[in-house]
């Protein structure tokens, strides 16, 4: 079977293959179909690189196929099995993978080979930890100039959200994270992160460079930093340092529970040394108590080490399109059910608030709502269609199971793919609106600071848009007109255009966003409301 060219390979391999799962028997040889024309050698070594280590490569790209020998079968079988439920996606097109009926390839022989065994040669010395790259002689330890362990990420076409969470679970892929800062600058988000090793950093860079995370948006630029080393001073959603769980948050919080910081310290081996313990760091990046820290240790709820992490939060919930990084498809249409049909004789409010108005600018802020319809016989229900299937999410995510006028709001996927309009002359009340051309969309604009700040339902609500003349007590006065009861409420010191307002509970936080957002406060200024991670 090795005495086969791998041309040949091909070809058998291609006839026998009748569906996306492999009809061979496990092999270290992958069978790769419908690569991208356009695709480079780098980018399908790539795929293999977080299970193991590549040996050889051969492209066919006027079939649109390619070979991809792993070192071990082992690390072939974890490939085929992780990518099996998770399609791969390279230039945003799907790649799919089978095992090949050949044991090893053979390309010795064979023309066109050399950019191949090139980037292949550059990742072995990357994986081996010296780089004996041509062309940089001198260089301590074989490195090239300038290159650190800190690396300069700015992510363009910035559609999706992308946090700090969604970094390190591509990153660590590569190597040891160790700190991860993130910022916006020249209206970019950017993002330094330090690996333990320069080389996993040209490591990552070599393979993520121009990747888009998302399909067709949220594309990584990455460069390496002039810094050696970042000086993280708090861990919260903005800055992380994994090798110092004692950080404040930056807001008089502890960011770790002390139990569970102490349950790190006490067992060492939980330290951030390879891909392979990224299911125990769970607990660096999502607020879980001590039991929950408990369950999350078990690595035997995932297929392998390299199986899709169990992250919840709702920035993953996109179609990703990095290898290793899943995302959550599904339908864009909302059912809310439980709503309060009677809200005015609830809370003695303007009835309009449990109409499609309140709806739309309550599930407004984790995305673009495009239609909303209230059931004609039965108004505790609703649909609610928003702009994709990853804003749906982000919806449903965090507005389950809040109360809304009294009542516990249910949201699940609905089975209807859109919300129609009603017929000409049908009887409609006014329960169905069309507002996808809304001038009060949150996120229409590319690169939107709105991406970066998404939270969940709080009880402090932030404040933006606020003219000069208005004090502090005229928003006070505003917010108790809706029946709110405000705890506290301070000014943005260097910036009086913003503010911060603590009312008495997440609920009436709810309400007086819905009641509030795009008030007109004179001047040509409209408030502006969403949910704060803050407190006052």
Same mark, same amino acid.
């Given at each position: ?34 690569? *991208? ?10 795929? $293999? ?16 196929? +390619? ?24 230039r945003s097109q799907p790649v799919y993978i089978q095992y090949s009926n050949h044991r090893e390839l053979k390309t010795d022989n064979l023309p066109n080979q050399a950019r @191949? ?6 990742? #072995? ?54 700190k991860i800062i993130t910022f916006t600058k020249n209206n970019q988000f950017q993002a330094l992160l330090q690996y333990s090793d320069p080389p996993n950093a040209l490591y ?11 399909? +067709? ?25 994994? !090798? ?18 102490? @349950? ?6 939980l330290q951030v040394s390879s891909p392979h313990h990224m299911q125990e760091l769970l607990v660096l990046l999502l607020p879980l108590d001590f039991h929950k820290l408990q ?34 498809? $599904? ?24 109409? *499609? ?12 709502? /495009? ?18 299937? !990853? ?5 449903? #995510? ?42 009060? /969309? ?13 939270? *969940? ?80």
């Amino acid at each position: 079977m090795s005495n086969s060219t791998p041309a040949t390979a091909n070809g058998n391999d291609s006839k026998k293959f009748k569906g996306d799962r492999s009809p061979c028997s496990p092999s270290r040889v992958l069978h790769l179909r419908k690569i *991208p024309n356009d695709v480079t050698e780098a980018e399908i070594i790539s795929l $293999g690189l977080p299970f193991g280590k590549v040996t050889n490569l051969l492209m066919l790209k006027g079939k649109s196929q +390619a070979f991809l020998e792993m070192a071990s079968e082992e690390a072939a079988v974890t490939m085929v099995n992780y990518y099996t439920p998770v399609t791969p996606h390279l230039r945003s097109q799907p790649v799919y993978i089978q095992y090949s009926n050949h044991r090893e390839l053979k390309t010795d022989n064979l023309p066109n080979q050399a950019r @191949a065994q090139a980037a292949l040669q550059a990742v #072995n010395a990357v994986q081996s930890g010296g780089l004996a790259l041509t062309g940089a002689p001198g260089t301590e330890g074989g490195l090239p100039p300038g290159q650190s362990s800190v690396l300069r990420i700015i992510v363009e076409n910035l559609f999706y959200p992308v946090t700090l969470e969604v970094l390190y679970q591509i990153f660590s892929k590569f190597g040891t994270v160790l700190k991860i800062i993130t910022f916006t600058k020249n209206n970019q988000f950017q993002a330094l992160l330090q690996y333990s090793d320069p080389p996993n950093a040209l490591y990552a860079k070599m393979a993520l460079d121009g990747q888009n995370i998302y399909n +067709a948006c949220c594309t990584l630029r990455i460069d390496f930093s002039k810094l050696t080393s970042l000086n993280v001073k708090y861990n919260n959603d903005k800055s992380r340092d994994f !090798t110092r769980l004692d950080l404040p948050s930056g807001d008089g919080q502890p960011s770790i529970d002390p139990t569970m910081a102490t @349950a790190f310290a006490s067992f060492p081996e939980l330290q951030v040394s390879s891909p392979h313990h990224m299911q125990e760091l769970l607990v660096l990046l999502l607020p879980l108590d001590f039991h929950k820290l408990q369950a999350s240790l078990s690595v035997s709820a995932v297929p392998s080490a390299l199986g899709p992490l169990a992250i919840t939060t709702s920035t993953m919930t996109g179609r990703m399109a990095i290898p290793g990084v899943t995302g959550m498809p $599904g339908n864009s249409v909302l059912l809310v059910s439980n709503l309060n049909s009677d809200a005015s004789i609830t809370w003695n409010m303007n009835y309009d608030a449990i109409m *499609p108005d309140g709806l739309f600018i309550l599930f407004g802020v984790y995305g673009d709502v /495009h239609r909303v319809k209230i059931m004609f016989n039965k108004k505790e229900n609703a649909l609610v269609q928003m702009a994709d299937a !990853t804003q749906a999410q982000l919806a449903m #995510n965090h507005l389950n199971g809040q109360k809304l006028y009294g009542k516990v709001l249910r949201i699940t996927l609905s089975k209807h793919q859109a919300v129609q309009l009603p017929r000409e002359g049908q009887e409609d009340q006014g329960l169905t609106k069309d507002y996808s051309n809304s001038p009060l /969309h949150r996120f229409k604009k590319p690169g939107s600071k709105n991406f970066q700040n998404i939270f *969940p339902p709080s009880a402090t609500l932030h404040l933006s848009n606020i003219p000069p003349s208005i004090t502090v007590d005229d928003l006070k006065n505003l917010f108790a007109s809706t029946g709110c009861n405000v705890k506290a409420f301070k000014f943005f010191p260097k910036d009086r255009k913003m503010a911060l307002i603590q009312l008495g509970s997440v609920e009436e936080a709810i309400q007086a966003l819905i009641e509030l957002h795009n008030h007109d406060l004179g001047e040509n200024h409209h408030l502006r409301v969403s949910f704060s991670k803050s407190t006052i």
